[in-house]
């Protein structure tokens, strides 16, 4: 049974970091590509980040080049999203999710999904 737990989620000050982790069961994320999507109050859910099976890390939004790294580790089973330099506009419900074979930024293209991790960083 697939499964994804995220975790780290935290309120913040501006400037701040956080680590969210997925936690896969049920596959190996070695092979299939895991995204981090996000959805603030009233917007719709946009893919942030993903890292596909060749682990190549795609960044969907302008605004997190250079501040987020998604990274990825076998032996773990788990995909990291590391934020620094964080932003009020980064406030977001922070979801991971995965897909087969490879990385796009549509949510809908993404198959099973985790239920959420909270993030709100304040000015």
């Known amino acids: 049974q697939v499964a994804l737990v995220e975790s780290g989620g935290g309120s913040v000050q501006s400037g701040g970091s956080l680590t969210l982790s997925c936690v896969a069961s049920?596959?190996?994320?070695?092979?299939?590509?895991i995204g981090w999507f996000r959805q603030a109050p009233g917007k719709e859910r946009e893919g942030v980040s993903c890292?596909?099976?060749?682990?190549?890390?795609?960044y969907y939004v302008d605004s997190v080049k250079g501040r987020f790294t998604i990274s990825r580790d076998k032996s773990k089973n788990t995909v990291y999203l590391q934020m620094n330099n964080l932003k009020p506009d980064d406030t977001a419900a922070y979801y991971c999710?995965?897909?087969?074979?490879?990385?796009?930024?549509?949510?809908?293209?993404?198959?099973?999904w985790g239920q959420g991790t909270q993030v709100t960083v304040s000015s």
């Open positions: 999710a995965t897909r087969w074979p490879d990385c796009v930024a549509i949510p809908r293209a993404f198959d099973h």
């Open positions: 890292i596909d099976k060749r682990d190549e890390a795609h």
């Open positions: 049920g596959f190996s994320v070695g092979l299939y590509g």
